[in-house]
């Protein structure tokens, strides 16, 4: 379910295979937007003119709010589990059970950028500038950063018990351009909402002579390693 930004309305995806706008106050229906299968996921365009939705039917589509009628549709390989729209309403983001996020045109449906993730991807959110995109499998957040029509990987973070469809980027204040807000199910079960910077988020410097670490972790290990730190296969190993 998901509020237009005015709140004047809601849509909604169901098990019945359609998507409904309707009006908050009264209940109206304004709109029904159909599929071929449950909708899991609904969005509003920042405007509130359009409704993206994702479905079992392995699509995600973009629909006017007001007549119902399909704009584009994007194919994935599985369900569609999240969208979300950019902030000037261009561009979708999806999250899919095929392992992919994708970004598309909210317009034309032409696939922009294709990012393949470990998992099912469960939850995506654009950044109030448009130029970061944040992406959910489990309890990984992936962070990319856009470059034109690219996106590319620059941090992941690992936070445990974390609830699935539940990240949003913090209003942009200046303090923290690249906050976002996750939800998390603390171990008495109640809901926690910690906020992350990915501006923290730096790898560790490596500590030790590269080449004694390779041996003392060659002997702990039982493999052997070339002098660049690679793996060499058994079967080019010498033999002892």
């Given at each position: 379910?998901?509020?237009?930004?005015?709140?004047?309305?809601?849509a909604?995806?169901?098990?019945d295979?359609?998507?409904?706008?309707?009006?908050?106050a009264?209940?109206r229906e304004v709109?029904?937007?159909?599929?071929?299968a449950?909708v899991?996921?609904v969005?509003?365009s920042?405007?509130?003119?359009?409704v993206?939705?994702?479905?079992?039917?392995?699509?995600a589509r973009v629909f006017?709010a007001?007549?119902g009628?399909?704009?584009?549709?994007?194919a994935?390989?599985?369900?569609v589990?999240?969208?979300?729209?950019?902030r000037d309403g261009?561009?979708?983001?999806?999250?899919?059970f095929?392992?992919?996020?994708r970004v598309f045109e909210?317009?034309?449906?032409r696939?922009?950028?294709?990012?393949a993730?470990?998992n099912?991807v469960?939850a995506v959110?654009?950044?109030?500038d448009?130029?970061l995109l944040?992406?959910q499998?489990?309890n990984w957040?992936?962070v990319?950063e856009?470059?034109?029509d690219?996106w590319?990987?620059?941090?992941?973070?690992?936070?445990?018990?974390?609830?699935?469809?539940?990240?949003?980027?913090?209003?942009?204040?200046?303090?923290c351009?690249?906050c976002v807000?996750v939800v998390?199910d603390?171990?008495?079960?109640?809901?926690?909402?910690d906020?992350?910077?990915f501006?923290?988020?730096?790898?560790?410097?490596i500590?030790?002579?590269?080449?004694?670490l390779?041996?003392e972790?060659s002997?702990?290990?039982?493999?052997?390693?070339?002098?660049?730190?690679?793996?060499?296969?058994?079967?080019?190993?010498?033999?002892?």
């Amino acid at each position: 379910m998901a509020f237009s930004p005015d709140g004047k309305l809601v849509a909604t995806g169901s098990f019945d295979n359609t998507a409904r706008v309707l009006e908050a106050a009264s209940g109206r229906e304004v709109s029904r937007l159909d599929h071929k299968a449950p909708v899991n996921a609904v969005a509003f365009s920042p405007d509130g003119k359009l409704v993206a939705t994702g479905s079992f039917d392995n699509t995600a589509r973009v629909f006017e709010a007001a007549s119902g009628i399909e704009v584009s549709r994007l194919a994935h390989q599985s369900f569609v589990y999240a969208v979300a729209f950019s902030r000037d309403g261009k561009l979708v983001a999806t999250g899919s059970f095929d392992n992919t996020s994708r970004v598309f045109e909210a317009a034309s449906g032409r696939e922009v950028s294709r990012l393949a993730h470990q998992n099912s991807v469960d939850a995506v959110a654009f950044s109030p500038d448009g130029k970061l995109l944040v992406t959910q499998t489990g309890n990984w957040l992936h962070v990319y950063e856009r470059n034109r029509d690219r996106w590319s990987p620059i941090a992941n973070r690992h936070l445990p018990v974390l609830w699935p469809k539940t990240i949003r980027f913090v209003s942009a204040d200046g303090h923290c351009p690249k906050c976002v807000e996750v939800v998390r199910d603390v171990p008495e079960n109640l809901l926690q909402v910690d906020r992350i910077n990915f501006d923290e988020f730096t790898a560790p410097p490596i500590k030790g002579d590269p080449q004694q670490l390779v041996s003392e972790w060659s002997a702990k290990l039982g493999l052997t390693f070339d002098s660049r730190g690679r793996i060499i296969p058994l079967s080019s190993a010498p033999a002892k």
